[in-house]
């Protein structure tokens, strides 16, 4: 096959699953070659670019580059070599030979889609299987998977969350646990693996859509499936890992609908889906309202409005939207208002200066070279092509749906930091993907002489993703990346300190490495000192053996709340050690207040009182204190 041939639509008869498109519906001619030339080069530029960024990250000192720096805290499998990879790949004379062995895959997805999508789908599930999140630092990990095993009311700790998130993330799982197959973070990671595969397909399904061909096809469904909204799939349970599926469905369904002619039955269904995950959702409506007005416009009179099948696609949506909107309305008002409008955004001067304040437009790059790692150099060729941009009514649907979901993210603030909270923003990863995906193909369509970029563009998404995978996937290196961010430089301030701190300590906790923990809860009290990082800090310094910093931690907190029976537990403890029969007298005395006829102050006294016996017989060593 020519390269020219590899570049364009076949011009021979072809298998397809697609309806013919309608002769009204025909796209428009491919980008002009001098244009996607052009763009070509700026794409190669700012591909090296991001390169040279990622390496100057990687050496840099201190976590400004934390976006970029991946290198650094992954070993060496996953590290320098993928780098090394990526920029051999930027040399035409080492990867022309690459080429035609990325047109055969390209091509396999045209001749053989099913099993292109088979094979898609369980490498996908393979991946993010082979990568398990040990870390689980990003958002709720540990406050969702504790509330899975605890089998919690999802009324008491999310109660913001809609019908199929609870269902999705607390029933499923809760069953599964309970059929001793599988515990909450093996649940979570195989409905994970299942929808990571999911994706896989739908990256096949965008190349099918787009029509592209050879190794083109290839770089078009990486740009769709690799990015940091992977680790999603790991291990997390929370409706973000499916918000992913439902923006990158709703731009296949809709791109296809435009091409094909057929009614937007199944964005309408992903948004409907979407509804009852999260009120994010509602970022797709201006994509699910563009794409009716450009079918009505090219398809509505010869494909008509009589049909049931045009009606369902309207209603399915709509009445998604009736049954939810109130629920995602008030939920809004009451929940997100924090993350939106904070006191922090107030006291800068509302939310348009707030958004770029301080050191919030680094972090907010660290975000997007997470996010999408090529996301500058597509942008860079995207204003290159600039009016070789032919296909206008498929790139108005792409913005559509980039957007509104990419177009907040400044506004937003949550209250962990961007580095941690980013899963709030996976689904924008998704929609980018999209978007990137639909450029690369009309680039490489209209330029076929630069189709050995494919390998380029493969390996920039793929290894940064890569290494963001290994990243959450190593325990220890991944601890050290997290308090690398937390100490700095730069230095952090504020709740997303006390809050970074405050995970390390519970996952050290629960690592059973107790100093450390110890240390970790003592520097979250510092911005953050709650009831229950105090209780933590005072019984981490217990485990410790530093039984004088327990009892003061739990002093502290008698003095916040004399009823606290755990805290005066503490002190009876931290006193036993101590020898400290004064403090185990009130601390008894307190909790048989507390719980009066109380079992374990009875038992504390009769302790205290054989280590009196003890110490009044003469020439008798004493006996520890219980």
Known sequence: MSAKKRGGAATGP???????????AAPPAAAPEAAATRAAVVLLAGLAVLLLLRAWGSGAPGMGAWGLNHVRFVGPVWGWPLLALSGLALLPWLARPVTPLLDAIGDMIHQAPGRAATLAGVSGAAIVLGFPDRLRFVGDFLLRQGTVEEAGKPGVLFPQALPLDVFLHLHVPTWIMNTGILDANGAARALGAVEAGLLAVLAVMMVRVMDVRGAAALAVASLVWWSGALSMFTGYSKAFAEMVLVA???????????RYGTPPFGLGV???????LHRSALGLAPLWLLTWIAWARLHGRTRGWNRPAVWISLAIPLAAMGFLLPKIIATFLKWDAIHVA?????????????????????????????????LPALLAALAALGRGLTRRREAALVAALALPLTI????????????RDWDDFASAAAALGIAGAWLAGEILRAAPRFRWLSLALVLAVAAPSLQWLAVQSDLERGLGRIE?????????EGPEWGNTWDYLGIRLYRLERWQASAQAFANAARTSPSQRILLQWGLAEAHAGNWAESMRVHRILVSRDRDD??????????????????????????MNRIRPGDRNAKIL?????????????????PVPAP
Do not use: C
Request: proline content about 10%; hydrophobic content about 50%; aromatic content about 8%.
């Open 605 to 621: 006294e009769e302790s205290i009182d054989d280590y009196l016996r003890q110490q009044a017989r003469p020439n008798v060593p």
């Open 270 to 276: 992903v948004l409907a889906f979407g509804l009852g």
């Open 14 to 24: 072809r298998k397809a699953a697609m309806p013919p498109v309608a002769p009204e």
């Open 248 to 258: 990158a469905a709703a731009g296949v369904f809709a791109l296809r609908s435009l």
């Open 565 to 590: 029976y755990v805290a005066w537990g503490g002190i009876a403890a931290a006193a036993s050690h101590l020898t400290d029969v004064a403090a185990a007298r009130e601390a008894a005395h307190e």
């Open 408 to 419: 907040v993210i400044p506004f937003i603030h949550p209250a962990q930091g961007l580095f």
């Open 342 to 374: 904070p006191a922090s955004v107030k006291a800068q001067g509302g939310p348009l200066r707030a958004a770029f304040a301080g050191r919030r437009p680094f972090d907010l790059s660290n975000l997007m070279m997470v996010l999408s790692p090529a």
């Open 484 to 492: 690398a961010l937390v100490t700095g430089p730069p230095r952090r």
